[in-house]
């Protein structure tokens, strides 16, 4: 199984970019790279998705080194709404979503 | 706007009853998946299902939980016996295609006392 590692939590302010960090050493060849953004009582919600290289929306960006080991979601001038967990699961590792990272933006 | 619906939204029961969780997809999406929240495990997938058929159920628990799709449009999770380490918040999501990107429903937040 490709297991993910990612930060358990991570504070931040208004206004500043947010950049969380995935670890995936054993990524398969035809894994999607996917974040998801989960809001308490609430199922988890599609942010972005990548295979390699960078990957830019309206809400984010998703870098992805050319080895694919790992992918940083990067949320520019977050407000308090981001405050979520934000999960980066693999297909290869059974869509383990786990406990994800925790966001939490302060006034 | 296209929504996966669970039901029911909360389901409080006694130890030992027969617990079933309904779930729609979304129309035209060809893979369900079933999960668990819990505050220990976090989010994990119990099984999922692509054109009803299931394709992978070994996150979840066989000698008392069983998922099915009667059809294209309802998914089911039943647990029985349910007992207290069941209570968790169960998702069903859908997708167009296996890998493709997944839709949840808004849970159904089971408590066995």
């Known amino acids: 199984l490709a297991k993910t590692t990612q930060p358990i939590s991570m504070d931040s302010y208004e206004g500043q970019e947010v950049n969380i960090t995935c670890s995936h050493n054993?990524?398969?060849?035809?894994?999607?790279i996917t974040w998801y953004q989960q809001f308490p009582s609430q199922g988890p919600r599609f942010i972005i998705q990548?295979?390699?290289t960078k990957v830019t929306n309206e809400v984010a960006s998703l870098f992805i080194p050319a080895d694919r080991k790992s992918s940083t979601l990067s949320l520019p001038r977050v407000s308090l709404s981001d405050t979520a967990v934000y999960y980066c699961?693999?297909?290869?590792?059974?869509?383990?979503f786990g406990g994800g990272t925790r966001v939490l933006v302060k006034p | 706007d296209a929504r996966v619906t669970q039901t029911p939204r909360h389901k409080v029961t006694e130890m030992g009853q027969e617990v079933t969780m309904r779930c729609q997809p979304i129309?035209?999406?060809?893979?369900v998946f079933w999960y668990r929240q819990t505050m220990m495990q976090g989010l994990e997938l119990l099984a999922y299902?692509?054109?009803?058929?299931?394709?992978?159920d070994s996150g979840m628990p066989k000698d008392r939980f069983s998922a099915e799709m009667p059809d294209a449009t309802l998914a089911t999770l039943k647990i029985q016996p349910s007992e207290p380490r069941d209570s968790a918040v169960y998702f069903c999501?859908?997708?167009?295609?296996?890998?493709?990107?997944?839709?949840f429903g808004p849970g159904t937040r089971l408590l066995v006392l």
């Open positions: 699961p693999l297909f290869s590792n059974k869509l383990t």
């Open positions: 054993n990524i398969a060849t035809n894994d999607y």
């Open positions: 990548g295979y390699k």
């Open positions: 129309l035209g999406h060809n893979t």
């Open positions: 299902f692509r054109n009803r058929a299931p394709l992978d």
């Open positions: 999501a859908s997708a167009r295609e296996g890998r493709e990107t997944q839709y």
